[in-house]
């Protein structure tokens, strides 16, 4: 493995919401021996010296991903890892593949954590496969994007987590394992063995593991569930903001709606809204993707404001400036209705639909997961709160996942809204931000905050969103995950200080 000390002793985050002092930055990347395998399990040794080299000196250590994060979730004061370089991927043969496994080969697709989801895109259409859903950027590193929680508006799907099966984690200087579902086996006894890993098969331990943040260890390696390659058939629609949508906003009854779709009554797979408070002609703007066979010929989105499809509200709302109070609604209208246009009957693969890898100015961003029935009552809150705390300067975003299985992740409800609220960078916001946050508490209105997106946690607050059984569960499988005390030291951070996920379990494993 290839080690490059930078000798960097400052870090900032890429959508520069912070600056941490670190005390070093690595360069982490693979040989290139001929031998993927080789290469890999090569890999494995380095970061085994590294967490070793860690624990000696009493250093933390930290994995990077994409930097996507708004918050100090990925940061810590000691060794920042940057494991893009990390990007290897495998086709998974018949002998790798547990005789239990329902599925074939095919549908499998092994990703070094370093693989970012543009990667996979394009290295799985070449296969004829594709990614069941993504984020609406794609700059993320595969397990960056798994780790936090990372989602699209795919409303019968989930999230990344939901469509990783198998995980390689490398626990301490002596150990790693193959983690996977006791009731999903995926990998064969002797891929694991090809990957000198511990077969290890546990529900309880790989559900906590999906979203850890980095706080389980090292995941070098991913075991992700793919579809055949398929298109969107994709519309952008002007609809009005009446009882009608807001009906099918807290139902996704497709059925019976009276809202006009471009298929009729056909449930999309892809389902989101956007709200701009300011606009005058009371109209919301509503995108439905359907999923359709792959078939050629067919003529890919085109860009022609260098914004895609799929792209969501941080791809142009850092283009405004914090304004003055009276001129905010017009400059938030002027910007919308120049960069977030309606389009109609346009098709492409999911990685030619969300294909944005780069921030665009310097934005901030909240997502609240909220169960799908109290959606009306979040939207009248935001509202109300705009009126007394704002002018807000940015956009409502709506969308809308299938209940995940990991046991932080934060889309949690069995049908779960991500309320988006996107905005400049600015005090105003961060203060809207808080008293928003604060009017959900007070409501009763029960919400999570996405991991990679700015949020105000703390112990108590974590435990009420997730339950004391959740929370405690986590713990016990980090603890059973990683075994070694010295070495979970080494993955813990202030963050989880913050909100006490360094702590041991209260029953012991």
Not at 51 to 59: E, L, Q, V, Y
Not at 361 to 369: D, F, I, N
Not at 385 to 395: L, Q, Y
Not at 396 to 419: E, M, S
Request: hydrophobic share 40%.
């Amino acid at each position: 493995m290839i080690i490059s000390k930078t000798g960097a002793k400052s870090w900032t985050n890429r959508h520069e919401t912070f600056t941490q002092n670190i005390n070093d930055l690595y360069n982490l990347a693979n040989q290139d021996s001929g031998d993927v395998v080789d290469d890999y399990n090569d890999a494995t040794k380095g970061i085994q010296s590294i967490i070793k080299d860690a624990i000696a000196s009493g250093k933390t250590l930290r994995i990077l991903g994409g930097e996507w994060s708004w918050t100090k979730i990925a940061a810590t004061d000691g060794i920042l890892l940057n494991t893009k370089p990390l990007n290897l991927s495998l086709a998974i043969g018949r002998d790798d593949v547990s005789s239990g496994y329902a599925k074939t080969p095919d549908d499998l697709y092994f990703a070094q954590c370093g693989v970012s989801v543009k990667e996979l895109n394009d290295r799985l259409k070449k296969r004829k496969r594709s990614l069941k859903t993504t984020g609406a950027s794609n700059g993320q590193t595969i397990v960056g994007g798994m780790s936090t929680g990372t989602h699209g508006a795919a409303i019968d799907v989930g999230s990344i987590p939901d469509y990783v099966v198998g995980l390689h984690i490398i626990t301490s200087p002596t150990r790693h394992i193959w983690l996977e579902r006791k009731s999903y086996p995926v990998a064969s006894d002797s891929f694991a063995e090809i990957l000198n890993a511990e077969l290890v098969r546990d529900d309880d331990m790989f559900n906590a593991a999906l979203v850890s943040f980095g706080s389980f260890g090292f995941i070098h390696g991913v075991m992700l569930e793919t579809d055949p390659l398929f298109l969107y058939q994709a519309f952008r629609l002007r609809v009005p903001m009446d009882n009608n949508l807001f009906s099918l906003m807290e139902t996704l009854d497709f059925t019976n709606t009276a809202v006009s779709l471009p298929n009729g009554h056909e449930r999309p797979y892809h389902f989101q809204a956007l709200i701009n408070q300011y606009d005058t002609s009371n109209q919301a703007y509503m995108t439905v993707m359907y999923k359709r066979p792959y078939k050629t010929p067919y003529t890919p989105p085109a860009m022609t404001t260098g914004i895609a499809p799929g792209d969501d509200a941080p791809v142009f709302i850092g283009k405004i400036t914090q304004a003055l109070p009276a001129i905010v609604p017009g400059a938030v209208n002027a910007l919308v209705g120049a960069s977030y246009k309606p389009y109609s009957d346009v098709w492409g693969t999911h990685g030619e639909m969300f294909t944005n890898t780069d921030t665009h100015g310097k934005v901030l961003s909240s997502a609240l997961g909220v169960p799908i029935n109290y959606v009306n009552q979040v939207r009248q809150l935001f509202v109300a709160v705009n009126k007394s705390k704002g002018p807000f300067v940015g956009v409502l975003a709506f969308r809308y996942v299938r209940g995940t299985q990991a046991t932080l992740g934060f889309t949690r409800f069995p049908n779960t809204c991500v309320i988006e609220l996107d905005s400049v960078f600015s005090n105003e916001s961060m203060n809207f931000y808080t008293n928003f946050w604060n009017e959900m508490i007070k409501q009763g209105i029960p919400f999570t905050f996405h991991w990679g997106k700015l949020l105000d946690l703390n112990k108590t607050t974590l435990r009420t969103m997730y339950t004391d059984a959740k929370v405690e569960s986590w713990l016990s499988a980090r603890y059973a995950v990683m075994k070694d005390v010295a070495s979970m030291h080494v993955f813990t951070n202030d963050f989880m200080r913050q909100i006490s996920l360094d702590v041991l379990p209260s029953v012991p494993v």
